[in-house]
């Protein structure tokens, strides 16, 4: 009995190691899609058309937050979610994630410096925040794939799923008071 906790602690000390390995590539994956997209020059054709949908975004905030400030966070959030809300999807969201990042890398080259920044800073913090349950959703699906061959991996995917459900909910969470930011 005490080896067999023994033997459990040492998997689940291995797991927690793999678990942040994991985070650390995420992390680097999200920051290089960014740079790759940054590593773009956009056309000024293009150029214009992200200005215009930064400006109508913005008009349409102002408009609505003239009326009430929760109808211009919801249209933010709304809005927001709509781009990343598919990132916490396990393993599709990792693609979601790294595709809105470059998008976000070519927007950084195409409006003025100051908003510029403030795209890079916020997709430093996004990719921070939404590796971790890019992390635990891969590792979820991987341990339901090798629970399917070996059943002694049951406790642990349980134990993975309840820590990417946790990180789900946190993220979110921190993307709702992300985006009540001003």
Do not use: C, H
């Not at 994991?22 to 956009?42: E, I």
């Not at 070519?106 to 997709?123: D, H, P």
């Not at 995917?157 to 993307?175: E, F, G, H, K, P």
């Amino acid at each position: 009995m005490v080896e067999q906790e023994a033997v459990r602690a040492t998997v689940i000390g291995k797991l927690g190691r793999l678990r942040i390995y994991l985070y650390l590539v995420l992390l680097l994956l999200y920051l290089a899609a960014y740079f790759l997209g940054y590593a773009v020059k956009p056309s000024p054709q293009f150029a214009a058309q992200v200005n215009k949908q930064l400006n109508q975004f913005t008009e349409e905030v102002n408009k609505l937050s003239s009326v009430s400030q929760i109808a211009a966070f919801s249209y933010k959030l709304t809005n927001f979610m709509v781009s990343l809300g598919p990132s916490l999807i396990p393993v599709f969201g990792i693609w979601n994630t790294a595709t809105q990042w470059v998008y976000s890398g070519i927007a950084t080259n195409a409006v003025a410096s100051n908003e510029a920044v403030a795209i890079t800073a916020q997709t430093i913090l996004l990719s921070i925040i939404l590796a971790i349950p890019s992390t635990d959703g891969l590792l979820t699906v991987l341990l339901l794939i090798n629970s399917a061959r070996d059943k002694s991996f049951k406790e642990l995917t349980i134990l993975s799923a309840r820590s990417y459900i946790m990180w789900v909910i946190i993220t979110i969470i921190l993307l709702i008071i992300f985006m009540a930011m001003p």
